[in-house]
Each structure stands twice: as structure tokens, then as C-alpha cells.
């Protein structure tokens, strides 16, 4: 038998200034909208049953409506006013679900007073939008598996109630490996959260009333109880940290060390980060712990203050994904334009020097992954996560003031967006940026003689960015392995270390320069890992022996001494015999060494403008362009450098020649 319903379909219905009550049978009725339905301001509106807005209903509620059961969203609903609550006194939980995944009020209240009472659920992967406020006064508001509430208006936060959200979100399990979080709630009633407040055992998804996390004082947590315990041991947040400070420096501890007793420095603000490990010592990589958040929904604007050279955990404070694009660009003047983010792979050990893990980079150029910080000596990987636009819920990060003399740093409603994680939005427990600045992306790869890797990102823009230190576009590295390739450029007398370059409109002329650290002797190699936007050859210049290699055929491989070359490799986009340079036969100059000379033979007499003699590493250790030494057949130059190799560039009005010569 079919269940009887209250049809709405009317072209156009305008309910205004009236208290009208719309009931059917409690057990089997529903309302159903297929037109246009409109809640005036000032009107009072009670849906007795299950409220369904079909695929073509288009609902407007600017008054207040009150819900006793489930509200069904196929179609359009949108509120510049009034208020929607959901306020049963028949049903212990109702249900915010539909095909249109998403819905939008303007406030929002949570008040079942039924004895017992569970609340509202919010159906997995759908978008609650709120304009205005959310006000949780008795039942509380579920955010089911992928659910997200985003709230839009500015200014402070002005949530309140004496109920709670709940959202949950995964870790990784394993008792050995460190997560980053940052809550997306904070204890009712105050301004601030402590962990084991608001931090729950989240082991059956979705529940109204999960347990209270449990604290256990031995380093490593465990399933194996109910509530799953979490060590104190590895509690800690990280607040205007000196800039690579080194192991521990700067972490604060929320636990007095090997107790249950909470620090005096226990309390953490929105959008303050904190470091934990999981609840079981033989989990694997892939293996996830689930939690739950329960207090009051974060909302509004949170300022944290960054200073100079410090570096700083945050994370994404809301219950919903928070645009990283809209972060940087709301904040780089005071800070670094870049975010990094942990990720941990190693073996199971809580020895420092053991771990595998390091920091991956996000910033308006696109994300690169993690490689093996410098500080693990025995770990061995490198991280498997390239960062994107969009931070899940609950995911902390670092920023840093290197560049920047620090300031105050917003998180505020204008950057969050409701993005479920998958291909824009990943969670480091185990990129495509937006920004329509970036035309084309080359990653590369480099991989060292004894396993290490880096990945990095080249980027050209459309000329937002520029061939200099852009700051947002430029990614610093955090950290330099002993065996390491990065970008370089100038910015500001420093040359630092880039993992990430965003550079200026595409030129096919333009060269950028590559730093190659050798900590070892061996073969070292540069692979292109792939390309967006971008079909031309891209090459690695050697300006020592003046030859060009077609990265896009195969990987540039080549036998080093240690050393740092910091002069010697360019990414470049033309082969060696298109570039502004003209090279010339060895038929024209013949070079050697003779005792503690270097012998340039010059038969046909051609013009030489200078001699350069350059070390493996690419440095100037001899140069010359005095005429009357130049013109000889037989040039001497004196040469009292160690025995080793070198390389001779002769500049002459034939062009270029560059020989490699061994001093024995």
C-alpha cells in the first residue's frame, strides 16, 4: 500500500506572517515539494513528518520552519533569513540527507527534547551550509563518515549551546608513527579545547555518544582495551618554534613526561596544532584508527600570531576543508606562503634517528612529496602523499617566517569549502591548485647513490609569479639531505634551498639554475616524473662540459665526486646547439697538462677572448682574458691547483669550446 503524503505542488506557494501547521499520519506521512515553496519572514511553519524537496522543488525558507522528522533535499534549498530547527518531540534523531548533496539555512538550531534523545545526522558526503549561526541547544549534530558543515558569514565565532558536534576522522594506527591534527572543535562553553576533552574513541564510526579517548603513561598506545588509549608520552604542540631548532626543540609537551597528569601548558586554541601516535604496535602503514571530534563547532575568524623566524603548528580549525589557496593568499605577507605537512612511513621504533618520515609542501605553485628528513639516519623511503588545495578536516600543519618579520595569521570562514577527500583533498595519515596563475608544471625526480630521493615542482605562471623569490609560489625546503637537488634563485642575498619554483611567463630562452648536493661519489640521476599543461623537451644543461640532456626521452644520469655543484646544472628547454651559445669542434684548440702548466695549442690562430678553468663542482679556479697572452699559437697557464679534473672553457671568435682535462 502506498505511504499517504502532504503533496506540495503548487507553481508558486508564499507562506507569510501566519503559524500554520502542516501534519499527517506520524508513522507513515510525508511532504513532499515539487514547485516553489516559500517561508516568509516572520512565518512560523511545522512539518509534522518527513520533508521531502524533489528534484524540481525549489524551497526558500526566510522564516521559521520546524522540523519533527527527516528532511530530504533532492532540489534547491536556499535561506537569506529566518531559521530552520530541528526541534522533534517524537523522534529521538532525525536525518539531513538527498540526491542534491548539499542544503543551505541561515541559522540552525538542534533542539530535540525527547527523552534520550540522539539529534541530527547529517547524511555521509552531504554539505550542510549554514550562513548565519548554529545553535545546538539539546541533541546533538552528527556529521556522518564524509559529512562536512560549513558556516559562511564573517567576523567572530558566534555559535552556542549546551549540545556538541561530532565528526569523525581517521589516523594512522600505528603506535610508532606521529600524526598532526588540529581539532574542529572546542569544549563547550569555552574558547579553548584540551585533547582528552574533546578527542574520542571513535572505533564504531558515526556514533551519538563514542567514549572518551583513554590516556595510557607507557610510550605506546592500545586497541586492545574500550575505550583505545593513546600515550601521553607523544603529545605536543609546537608554538613559535626557533626555525630548525633540531630534535625537540621547541615542542611542548601537553603531559607531564610518563604521566596521566596533564601539563601546566595542556590547553590549545582553534586552529592551534598538536602531534599524537596511534593505538596499536604492530599496525601497518595502511592501517587506520578511527576518532572522533565532540564539542563545539569551530566557526568564524581565529587569529594565531606568528613571529620572525619562527615556525609554527597550526592546521585546519574547521568541520569542514579549509582552501589552502584562499589560506596563503589571505596571509602571506606574514608568513612564508608555504605549508608543510608530516608525513610518517618508518619501521616500528621510537628512536628519533630511526624514523622514516619528513615534510611534504603545498603552496599556490602545487605540492610536492615528502622526502627522508636529514635527521633520520637509519630511516629509509620517502613519502608517497602530494598535498592539495583542499585540507581535510582535522589536518594540522606547519608555517614558518623565514622571509616575512611573522604577523598575525587568519583562519576566518571565507576559506573553507565543502570538499570531501579524494583527488583535491587527502588527509597525511597513511594538487591541482585552483589558482589559474599557474600555466604548466614539471615535476622532477632526483635520485642519489644511496637510495635517498627528492621530488620537486617547476611551475611557469601566466606572470604573477616571477624568476625571483616569489613568496607563496616558491616553496624553501626545510630540510637539505646529504644527497640533494634543488632550485635556486635570488631572494633577497640568500639562495636558499627550493623544493618548489614558480617562475614567470613559459620563455624557451630562460635557463634556471639546479643545485646538485653529492654527500657521496656515484652515480647520481635527474628523471622527469611527468608534466601538466606542457608537451615541449625539457633538457638538463651541464655548462662544464656545454651539452644538454633530453629529459623526456630518458633520465639524466652522471657519475659525481662529492661536493656541492652549485654552479653546474640549469633546467633548460632547448638542446645545447639552439641555445645562445656557439659551441666549436676540438679541431681548432688541443689542451693539456704539462708539469704544472696548462698547454693551449691555437694552430690556426684564432682570436681567444678568455680562458676559464673550472673544477667538477663548477667552480671558476682560473680565468683569463689578457690579450697578449691570448694570441699566441702556444698559450702557457700557469697552474698550481691540486691533482684532480677540470674543465677549460675557451671563448674565441669561433665560439665556444669546453675540454676536460685530469691534472695528474
Known sequence: MNKPYLQIIPKYLVLVNMLIFLTVCPIFGQIVNEGTLVIKPGTNVFFGDHFTNTNTGVFYNNGSLHLQANFENDGTVTSTDGVTLFDSTIHDSQLLSGDAGTVQFYNLVVNNTLPGVKGLSVADGFGLEVTHRVILESGKLRLMGNSQLVQTHSGEDDNSGYSSLLVDQQGAKNAYRYNYWSAPVHTIGETKYQVQDILKDGTSPDRYAPPAIGLIATPNGTDATDPVKISTRWLYKYINAPLNGGNGVGWISLFDLNTLNPSAENSLYPAEGYIMKGTNATAVYADQQNYSFEGTPNNGLYTITLLDDAEYLVGNPYPSALDADAFINDNSVNFDGTLYFWEHWSTNTHVYVAYGGGYAAY????????????????????????????????????????????????????????????????????????????????????????????????????????????????????????????????????????????????????????????????????????????????????VLTLTTHDLTTDDFVINLEAGTYTNRFKLVFKPYDALDINPIGEENFHVYFAHDEIILENPNLKEITSIEVFNTLGQLVYRTDEPEQLQNEVVNIPFQQAQATYFIRITSEVGLNATKIINY
Open 363 to 542: 603552496n599556490l605553485t602545487g605540492g610536492v612529496v615528502a622526502p627522508l628528513h636529514p635527521n633520520f639516519s637509519s630511516g629509509t623511503g620517502t613519502g608517497s602523499i602530494i598535498p592539495k588545495q583542499y585540507i581535510p578536516i582535522g589536518q594540522g600543519f606547519l608555517i614558518r617566517s623565514e622571509t616575512t618579520d611573522g604577523g598575525n595569521i587568519i583562519f576566518q570562514n571565507s576559506q573553507r569549502v565543502f570538499e570531501k577527500e579524494g583527488s583535491q583533498s587527502v588527509f597525511f595519515k597513511r594538487e591541482t591548485s585552483s589558482a589559474s596563475a599557474i600555466q604548466a608544471r614539471i615535476r622532477l625526480d632526483y635520485t642519489a647513490p644511496d637510495g635517498a630521493d627528492r621530488s620537486l615542482l617547476f611551475a611557469f605562471s601566466n606572470g604573477t609569479a616571477t624568476d625571483q623569490f616569489d613568496r607563496g609560489y616558491d616553496g624553501k625546503m626545510i630540510e637539505v639531505l646529504s644527497n640533494d637537488l634543488y632550485f635556486t634563485m635570488e631572494d633577497n642575498g640568500r639562495h636558499d634551498p627550493y623544493a618548489i619554483q614558480g617562475a614567470g611567463v613559459f620563455d624557451e630562452n630562460k635557463s634556471y639554475p639546479l643545485v646538485l648536493v653529492a654527500g657521496q661519489s656515484g652515480n647520481h640521476s635527474i628523471a622527469l616524473n611527468s608534466t601538466e599543461n606542457f608537451d615541449m623537451p625539457i633538457y638538463i644543461l651541464d
